[in-house]
């Protein structure tokens, strides 16, 4: 069954560095989101991406982050500058239709941890 | 904001009984989704019940939706241990600014004991 794939499942990095997180969707898939769910707390919303542009982003999501779909396969969300309150486990997913609203199916995860 | 509210925060059952959890949401919505969610790991969609739907089956899995009381709920009948896991509704709202977005709510955490 085809699924939602993350790289790294971990990645630790120095407070102020650079990070990209990788996905890839699910290859017949449209729309493409982030979301983010810091320990112990909700899963929230950061951002959408649909024909090659951001369709929905929360107020998360402020310059310090963006999104790519560099190739057909791959949906990238890197931040700019970390800080230690960007540790969270950081969810990539996709869904199929042509429009929301639709099942989104999420991949595994990335923990990402700064220090 | 559209909020997906569960409850109870933590269940804890035997193995063989059925689990219900709830969920309750403020503003109109277009489908609702269930999901699962192990210890530290992805979250698995189990089902989607849209707003013209009063019930759906999966397995051993009932979702009801009620719109004018604004709440659904899962049932997980016959639980086995492998079913502890968090498990969290997530909602569209029906249209407008946010309807891309999946609202979640904080879960209820649900133990199968042995």
């Known amino acids: 069954e085809p699924e939602v794939t993350q790289t790294p499942s971990h990645q630790v990095t120095q407070m102020g560095q650079e990070v990209i997180l990788r996905c890839v969707p699910i290859?017949?898939?449209?729309?493409f989101y982030w979301y983010r769910q810091i320990l112990g707390q909700k899963v929230e919303f950061l951002v959408s991406?649909?024909?090659?542009?951001?369709?929905?982003k929360s107020e998360i999501f402020d310059d310090q982050f963006s999104v790519e779909r560099p190739d057909g396969s791959n949906f990238t969300l890197k931040i700019r500058s970390t800080k230690l309150e960007d540790s969270a486990m950081y969810f990539c997913?996709?869904?199929?239709?042509?429009?929301?609203?639709?099942?989104?199916?999420f991949g595994p995860g990335t923990r990402l941890t700064v220090l | 904001s559209q909020q997906g509210e569960e409850d109870p925060q933590a269940l804890s059952i035997q193995e063989g009984e059925n689990a219900t959890m709830n969920c309750s949401y403020k503003t109109s919505i277009n489908n609702l989704q269930w999901y699962r969610q192990n210890s530290g790991r992805g979250l698995v969609h189990l089902i989607l019940i849209r707003s013209n739907e009063r019930e759906k089956h999966s397995g051993r899995l009932r979702v009801t939706l009620d719109t004018s009381k604004k709440s659904s709920s899962l049932l997980i009948t016959a639980s086995r241990a492998a079913d502890t896991a968090s498990y969290f509704c997530?909602?569209?709202?029906?249209?407008?600014?946010?309807?891309?977005?999946?609202?979640f709510g904080k879960g209820t955490k649900l133990s199968v004991i042995p």
């Open positions: 991406f649909y024909n090659n542009e951001i369709s929905e």
């Open positions: 290859s017949n898939h449209l729309y």
């Open positions: 997913a996709s869904s199929e239709g042509q429009r929301p609203p639709d099942t989104q199916y």
């Open positions: 997530a909602a569209y709202p029906y249209s407008g600014a946010g309807s891309y977005q999946l609202t």
